[in-house]
């Protein structure tokens, strides 16, 4: 994505920015970027691998989400419903990050994690179950609350028609 950012930008063809590109590669910068643009996010903040998890677990609102920076496809995801679940998710994730394979391209995000309060705001309707699937990024341009709630209606109502009709 940042190759074709690039590329864009040097022969003036439309595009991400490269900004934008490197941003969306980092998820701390991507939800500041997020944030910046007055877009609903959840609330987050960022905690080294150093800190002592005990200690952290006291400081989050539950459930929320436990996620190392600098992975991509959901690796390392892991929802946490209380203190306790907190520290394990951070212990294996501090084991996780010290892997060979991890450790390949090493920069100052592999020893952050980002901790988020789980999404609950800005919609009743539930849609992911995180413990049972991988992580969804949706962007949902809508006017309300509402048309947001009758999208994903929608969107569940379409989907389980096609679940009905495959079966």
Same mark, same amino acid.
């Given at each position: ?37 007055? +877009? %609903?996010?959840?609330?987050? $903040?960022? #905690?080294?691998?150093?800190? /002592? ?6 400081? !989050? ?7 190392? +920076? %600098?992975?991509?496809?959901? $690796?390392? #995801?892991?929802?946490?419903? /209380? ?6 998710? !951070? ?77």
């Amino acid at each position: 994505m940042t190759l074709a950012a690039r590329v864009n930008e040097a022969f003036g063809l439309p595009g991400n920015p490269v900004d934008a590109a490197l941003a969306s590669r980092h998820k701390l910068e991507s939800r500041r970027a997020l944030q910046a643009a007055g +877009l %609903a996010v959840p609330t987050f $903040r960022a #905690v080294s691998l150093a800190d /002592d998890p005990r200690a952290l677990s006291m400081s !989050f609102a539950y459930p929320s989400v436990v996620k190392p +920076l %600098a992975m991509s496809g959901s $690796r390392g #995801v892991i929802r946490v419903n /209380d203190s306790c679940e907190f520290v394990g998710a !951070f212990e294996r994730l501090r084991t996780l990050m010290d892997q060979p394979d991890v450790r390949i391209e090493r920069d100052s995000a592999h020893a952050m994690l980002l901790v988020e309060s789980f999404f609950q705001t800005f919609t009743s309707k539930m849609v992911c179950d995180a413990s049972r699937s991988t992580e969804v990024i949706i962007c949902i341009s809508a006017e309300s609350h509402a048309a947001v709630d009758s999208l994903l209606d929608k969107a569940v109502a379409d989907l389980t028609t096609l679940v009905r009709d495959w079966a």
